[in-house]
């Protein structure tokens, strides 16, 4: 039996993590005893191949907070999440005590799970696609008895017909599972369709959202064609901003806000730690 | 498969390779016919800029290629002389067939490389993504055993290859000065003397072992473990010969 949106643990603001990640950028643990109260748990993205590392592993062993982001799983192919990836998963989200399992629902990788396969494409965006990827969470969260948010994917474009958030509404709608809103990735989407940053979200069940991701975003030119490049440097897009203040009234099922900022330096991250915490105070 | 997982493949497609990607635009219908009109058309949309957002996406994955696969391409090079050849990779019918038949890129990059790969090298590849076969009450060759049969030249010219990776290696800025030192391939490379091989696991690796010609024959006769993606290298009609 998965656990209930409701009963989930309410883990306040977190910030992201990879394998080697603390080496380059910031250590949590570090971090939480240089700046007390202002990072509350650890969201560790891997895939298997990579697999945790001793940052990780030391957070968890001091009894802090994590959930496991993967990296390496096709959300819309329910064929991907194979024995060995349920039963590896498992085991590294049950070492490090994650609270619930998230990850991107697009292309992790084209072919075999495999050396050079790897890349993240958004989802397509149709019903087919949607009731797909609600099938990969069923069978998920059946094998695991972890909760699976899906998360929408960053893009320099998107095919299909729906709108990213109603392709979201309709997994959630078709797997009962919660939601994993990055406003980032959702204000980029937004940009290449011409919207308001905010548009579609009356239609969009954020009772189910129980994770939002913020992140730094750069705005890049190719030859004329304005991107953002998810790049999660230290400050927030505009838009970023616009999206999460009008979320975060409304996201009744909330549970965590991560700020994805790990490859930065801590002072550069610092302000914006703080200003989430007020947003979201655990 | 789904509609949606073959328009993923097909962007990957296009991601990697330009040319397919302006086929597509030109004429969606000849381009892809697998797919359905309107992801076709949706496809053949795609702003061709936005595919260029990754600009190092083929260098990242010629690096992890090269990887498993360094003196092969670098015999490959010493032909050509132009990098640019290895971007043919991606416009290659090895490529598209990989990805339209998940297939592992490294064996799609050695086929591509032809004549210049090394068999040794090729061998590496299949032995790191062997696994069990369903039991099946006949004796498989184990994960990670894949005999080769080659020559004492071919070893010698991977080896002559590496040699000179190393070389390179200690200062990659050579490259840019005209009397850089070439590849150079000595009598041994050419050497018709037969060699047979297998590769072993080794804790988390493989190692080369020597063995005789009736060993290798009764090991190239028995079914193979899987290979991860492949077809199942099994053959019922399989005999040993002696």
């Known amino acids: 039996m998965t ?48 697999g945790l590392d001793d940052h990780v592993r030391r957070w968890a062993a001091a ?22 990836w349920l039963r590896d998963t498992a085991e590294a989200a049950r070492a490090i005590g994650a609270a619930w399992l998230c990850g991107d629902a697009g292309l992790w ?72 809103l990055d406003c980032a990735h959702l204000a980029m989407f937004q940009r290449l369709r011409g919207l308001p940053p905010i548009a579609a979200l009356d239609g969009f069940p954020l009772d189910r959202v129980v994770e939002i991701h913020v992140a730094g ?60 915490n007020r947003m979201f105070p655990s | 498969m789904k509609a949606h997982l073959r328009a993923q493949q097909a962007i990957v497609r296009m991601l990697f390779d330009p040319e397919f990607a302006a086929r597509v635009r030109r004429e969606p219908e000849t381009a892809l016919p697998e797919l359905p009109s309107t992801l076709r058309a949706q496809l053949a949309a795609i702003d061709p800029r936005a595919l260029k957002m990754d600009r190092l996406l083929r260098q990242r994955t010629l690096r992890t290629l090269f990887d498993e696969l360094k003196a092969s391409t670098t015999l490959f090079l010493a032909r050509t002389k132009k990098l640019s050849s290895l971007d043919d990779f991606f416009r290659s019918r090895a490529f598209h067939d990989a990805i339209a038949t998940a297939r592992p890129l490294a064996l799609a990059y050695a086929d591509f490389l032809g004549d210049a790969v090394s068999p040794i090298e090729r061998a590496l590849v299949e032995a790191r993504r062997m696994k069990w076969p369903p039991a099946d009450g006949r004796v498989h060759r184990a994960p990670g055993v894949v005999p080769i ?10 080896q002559e290859a590496e040699q000179y990776l ?62 991860r993606a492949l077809q199942p290298l099994i053959d019922d009609e399989i005999a040993v010969q002696t």
């Open chain 1, 109 to 180: 990788h084209f072919g075999a799970r495999d050396r050079g396969h790897q890349m993240l494409l958004p989802p397509i965006l149709t019903r087919d696609s949607a009731d797909a990827c609600a099938e990969s969470i069923l069978k998920i969260e059946g094998a695991l008895g972890l909760r699976v948010l899906p998360e929408n994917p960053p893009g320099a474009f998107y095919v299909g017909d729906l709108h990213i958030l109603d392709y979201f509404a309709r997994v959630s709608e078709a797997s009962g599972c919660g939601l994993l």
């Open chain 2, 166 to 227: 190393f070389e390179v290696g200690l200062m990659p800025a050579v490259a840019l000065c005209d009397d850089a030192p070439p590849l150079a391939l000595d009598a041994r490379a050419q050497d018709p003397t037969p060699l047979w091989l297998v590769t072993v696991p080794h804790e988390s690796s493989h190692t080369l072992v020597t063995i005789d010609e009736p060993t290798h024959r009764l090991l190239a006769s028995l079914p193979a473990a899987h290979t």
């Open chain 1, 217 to 276: 975003g750069a705005p890049v030119d190719i030859e004329g064609l304005a991107l953002v490049d998810d790049a999660h440097n230290p400050e927030p897009l505009p838009d970023t901003w616009q999206i999460v203040e009008a979320v975060l009234p409304r996201a009744t099922s909330l549970r965590a806000i991560v700020y994805e900022c790990e490859k930065n330096a801590p002072d550069e991250v610092l302000e914006n730690f703080r200003r989430l």
């Open chain 1, 63 to 84: 009894g802090r907070a994590t959930t496991y982001h993967f990296l390496d799983l096709n959300l819309e192919d329910p064929g991907d999440a194979d024995d060995d």
């Open chain 1, 3 to 50: 656990t209930a949106l409701a009963q989930l643990p309410r883990l306040g603001v977190g910030i992201s993590a990879e394998p080697g990640s603390a080496a380059a950028g910031i250590d949590a643990l570090a971090f939480v005893q240089d700046h007390p109260g202002l990072v509350h748990f650890v969201e560790y993205g891997a895939d298997l191949a990579r």
């Open chain 2, 149 to 158: 049969a080659t020559t004492a030249g071919a070893l010698a010219a991977l």
